[in-house]
């Protein structure tokens, strides 16, 4: 029996990785992309369901792009498509015939590749292609529609595209962005990002003092600034009330600014609903070692956000993060139809960022300070102990893919009490993670020797008051959701690959 067609649909949405298969393999021959079409709508905000996919493609790559995807288990067909012309290349993506690849020569659209932008990939984060730029986009449009006679198969189609463009990119107004934490490493990258995707977009970002804001504005021109800090509820209260989106990226543990972000998201109505995404962190993981007061030990306790989603909505109040962690949950509950949100929640984070700020991470920068400033390598109890990583870059995808689904009326995402997204892209052993800083500062001649000692649980607090939890505890946790639901697939290097970049880091703030 034929699937009913709203099933089909999720279940389409939820396998993007034959999409992803397609179009690395037409990067990967250097072949430029070009998205087309239902992309593009949205690209714009429009919720659209993907069936089909339409590229464009530069002349010349043509027929090696079709002779690309057909080579990796993507058929061409001669069956025509509804709406499209002749001079169309269509491919299967799968055998059921559901979803296909369309490839237009790019001349056809009346554009060239100068006409275009490189973007993400809105299916797939990690893939560069390329966007019409709007006002091309429009002309190419209108310009397709003045060539082709009425009989032509695709003006209906191309009719569509163009009413679609007008109605969400020239009258409609321009989604208000609001923002906390964006001269920080987390919010900075996130705003990197997220600007990137939505140049066009109202942003709204908090800052402590002017000099943060023209840090901020000698990058971003075209932000408002708020002057404030996250005690500052009354200016948070208001600017949340006027948001369509909120990036929360400042503190996870300040209840006073949460407080006044449930506030704000309060004067919100189901006409108008705001999207909310929360930046927590998987110290909510590390009870045990604090129950206990014991580090470095090996836990077996392993979460998911997937089958486990509800266990960590519900985890203990005495986890980290979690007294914040309830007032945003519980600011969706409250009102499910107008306020939308989700808590991500990232691990050991590393990698450059790319703010206008702070662009560094913590947990595994402090420890190569620390073994610089020891002259030594040292292990926190055992070594035993488990966290997962994830590159900031990596991670701000996760934001961007959620932003991308609340412009689109929540997309595909999940939200409020399904709303909680893990983001990880791999575990390692804090031990291991130890020894190599060790050795590699012992390579780089910083300090003399590769050799590594267990100390006293008061020698790691002396070395940095907040050492037992960044190096000692345990945090285990698998980020299925974001992977499912948002088609995300991290890519940067891992962590132990760039503890050489690390070392270096800091030992140049050291002076070394």
Same mark, same amino acid.
């Given at each position: ?237 208001? @600017?949340? *009330? +006027? ?7 400042? !503190?996870?543990?300040? %209840?006073?600014? =949460?407080?006044?972000? &449930? ?118 109890? @055992?070594? *035993? +102990? ?7 870059? !990596?991670?701000?995808? %996760?934001?961007? =893919?959620?932003?991308? &689904? ?107």
């Amino acid at each position: 029996m034929e699937p009913r067609f709203r099933d089909r649909i999720v279940e389409l949405q939820l396998h993007p990785p034959r999409l992803l298969m397609a179009a690395q393999a037409l990067t990967e021959a250097h072949i430029p992309i070009v998205e087309y079409g239902d992309q593009i709508q949205f690209r714009m905000g429009v919720p659209t369901v993907l069936i089909q996919v339409e590229w464009a493609i530069q002349d010349i790559h043509l027929p090696h792009a079709t002779n690309t995807l057909t080579s990796h288990g993507f058929p061409q067909t001669q069956t025509p498509t509804p709406g499209h012309t002749t001079n169309t290349i269509t491919h299967l993506i799968d055998a059921t015939g559901w979803q296909r690849i369309i490839l237009h020569p790019l001349s056809t659209l009346n554009l060239g590749i100068g006409d275009t932008a490189p973007v993400q990939s809105t299916f797939d984060y990690g893939v560069r292609v390329y966007t019409p730029k709007p006002v091309r986009y429009l002309l190419s449009l209108i310009q397709y529609l003045l060539d082709h006679p009425v009989t032509d198969n695709g003006r209906q189609r191309v009719y569509v595209y163009l009413k679609a463009f007008i109605g969400y990119f020239v009258f409609r107004d321009p989604l208000h962005t609001g923002g906390t934490g964006v001269t920080g490493y987390i919010g900075g990258e996130v705003f990197y990002n997220v600007h990137q995707a939505h140049p066009d977009w109202k942003y709204a970002v908090l800052v402590r003092n002017q000099d943060k804001a023209a840090q901020v504005t000698s990058q971003y021109p075209d932000v408002r600034t708020v002057l404030g800090d996250l005690d500052s509820l009354a200016v948070i209260e208001e @600017e949340v *009330k +006027n948001a369509d989106i909120v990036f929360n990226c400042a !503190d996870c543990d300040h %209840v006073a600014s =949460a407080e006044a972000i &449930a506030k704000g998201v309060a004067h919100h109505t189901p006409e108008k609903p705001v999207w909310l995404i929360h930046t927590s962190g998987t110290g909510i993981l590390t009870v045990e070692d604090f129950r206990t007061n014991t580090w470095g030990l090996y836990r077996a306790k392993e979460h998911n956000d997937w089958e486990g989603v509800d266990e960590l909505v519900n985890l203990p109040d005495d986890s980290l993060h979690r007294n914040v962690d309830k007032i945003i949950i519980e600011a969706g509950l409250r009102s499910p139809q107008s306020v939308k949100t989700v808590v991500v929640c990232p691990p050991t984070i590393y990698g450059p960022g790319r703010g206008p700020g702070n662009q560094k991470s913590v947990q595994a920068y402090w420890l190569a300070s620390a073994v610089l400033q020891r002259k030594k390598g040292f292990l926190v109890g @055992e070594g *035993k +102990n488990i966290w997962h990583q994830v590159h900031v870059q !990596d991670l701000s995808n %996760v934001y961007r =893919a959620l932003g991308d &689904a609340a412009a689109a009326g929540g997309g595909n995402a999940t939200w409020n009490d399904k709303g909680y997204y893990l983001a990880e892209n791999g575990q390692f052993v804090w031990g291991d993670i130890q020894r190599q800083v060790a050795q590699v500062a012992y390579e780089k001649k910083l300090i003399p020797s590769p050799d590594v000692e267990s100390i006293p649980d008061a020698q790691v607090t002396e070395l940095n008051q907040f050492g037992l939890y960044a190096w000692g505890s345990s945090s285990r946790g698998h980020a299925l959701r974001a992977r499912k639901l948002l088609g995300w697939s991290p890519n940067k290097p891992s962590l132990k690959e760039l503890i050489p970049e690390i070392v270096d880091i800091e030992a140049k703030a050291l002076g070394l």
